[in-house]
């Protein structure tokens, strides 16, 4: 494989770790298309190779994360048990569902959500909590641009789960991470600040990718040759994305989520439409 | 910072460095050779002898294989962190987690 090669894997995934960790996604939703599309990369290595750069994102960003304290643990591993379930699930009757149809819908909620996003965040202030009212799962942490301690309760939980289900069940089928369904739920429905919902669907990402990966690995059809080149460049973009998103305000880091969330959504409405940009 | 977090965060950190570390020296051992032209993925059965020949194919792959060890070993971290705080039903959600990802792999072996 010639050189230049090598470093355009490397750069596509660059930039898919820098923003995947910046808003809580593994960066599949741009990797996948332009491996297949603009490298020639065949389709199975190509979602190999996204969902290996999905594990290094989640590892890369969530070391960072956790070490600051921003991701709640606790909640990750209660929504990782729907998540991996459904993404269990998901491979065994995937074949059943129409991807078309799936595409559609979430592509039509999604392009909703992101716009929701933008305009919600301007009014977003969420309700003053105590330590002693935290609950099970709430949680606090430091936020360096406010330069305060954040404080949130942890609401609708059975709302969170089922979409969780729902995530992972998506994620197996478009061979992505699922940080896509994962960040807004939380941030919207769970009523989560967007700096710890991304930085604990950083944490989640990668189990969720990994359910999909041990398949891919276990029947020979990662390429190392694609793969490591775009696992290297995600591990040192997706560490530039994570000290990124600790200093930029969570207002900017909820416009640049809805702007990705947006582009993804459009992406598949076009797939659903039959304009495959994989 | 709690001891869970930085029992966690360490867990994380060690496996992707190990992790970009093999994949480095396959890189290293790849560019050393200019010959060779063609990498092919091993099995993990044959990756310690592809490592003892250096052969770059062996260091890709277990490099691989430990990227995707980790957030199985960061959830085993967790069962066992959950489990000294007492926090049983967190516990056993790392469980169910581990079972999951456990049968996600016999799948993938099997069908």
């Known amino acids: ?278 | 910072m709690t001891r869970l977090n930085i029992t966690i965060s360490r867990v994380l950190v060690v496996g992707l460095l190990a992790a970009v570390a093999f994949m480095l020296a396959g890189a290293v051992l790849t560019a050393a050779r200019p010959g060779l032209t063609a990498i092919h993925e091993t099995s993990v059965a044959d990756i310690p002898r592809a490592l003892a020949h250096l052969e770059p194919s062996g260091f890709f792959d277990l490099g691989l294989l430990l990227l995707l060890a980790t957030p199985v070993a960061r959830v085993i971290a967790l069962l066992f962190g959950f489990a000294r705080e007492r926090k049983w039903l967190l516990s056993s959600f790392s469980l169910i987690v581990l079972v999951a990802l456990a049968f996600s792999a016999y799948l993938g072996l099997r069908v």
Not at chain 1, 22 to 49: K, R, Y
Not at chain 1, 103 to 116: C, E, L, R, T
């Open chain 1, 1 to 278: 494989m010639p050189m230049t090669h090598v470093v355009l894997l490397a750069l596509v995934g660059f930039v898919g770790g820098t923003f995947g960790a910046m808003v809580g996604l593994g960066g599949g939703v741009f990797i996948i298309p332009t491996l297949a599309l603009f490298l020639d990369v065949p389709i199975h290595s190509a979602i190999a190779a996204s969902l290996l750069a999905v594990i290094a994102t989640s590892t890369t960003a969530a070391a960072a994360y956790v070490r600051d304290d921003l991701t709640n643990l606790r909640l990750g591993m209660t929504l990782e048990t729907t998540t991996v379930t459904g993404a269990v699930i998901g491979g065994l009757v995937g074949t059943a569902l129409s991807k078309t149809v799936l595409s559609a819908v979430f592509g039509g909620v999604m392009i909703a959500v992101s716009v929701y996003m933008a305009v919600r965040q301007r009014n977003a202030k969420l309700p003053p909590v105590t330590d002693e009212d935290l609950g099970l799962l709430g949680a606090s942490y430091h936020d360096r641009s406010l330069g305060e301690t954040v404080r949130y309760r942890v609401r609708r939980l059975p709302a969170g789960m089922a979409a969780s289900f729902v995530a992972g069940n998506v994620s197996g089928l478009l061979g992505v991470g699922g940080g896509f369904l994962k960040v807004p739920v939380m941030v919207l429905a769970m009523s989560i600040p967007v700096r710890a919902a991304v930085s604990t669907s950083s944490f989640m990402i990668g189990v969720t990718a990994c359910a999909g990966a041990l398949v891919y690995f276990a029947r020979g059809l990662v390429d190392p040759v694609i793969t490591v080149p775009v696992v290297l460049g995600v591990t040192l973009g997706a560490y530039l994305g994570s000290k990124l998103a600790m200093r930029v305000k969570s207002s900017v880091l909820t416009i640049i989520l809805a702007i990705v969330l947006f582009a993804f959504s459009v992406q598949m409405i076009l797939s659903a439409a039959g304009i495959d940009l994989r």
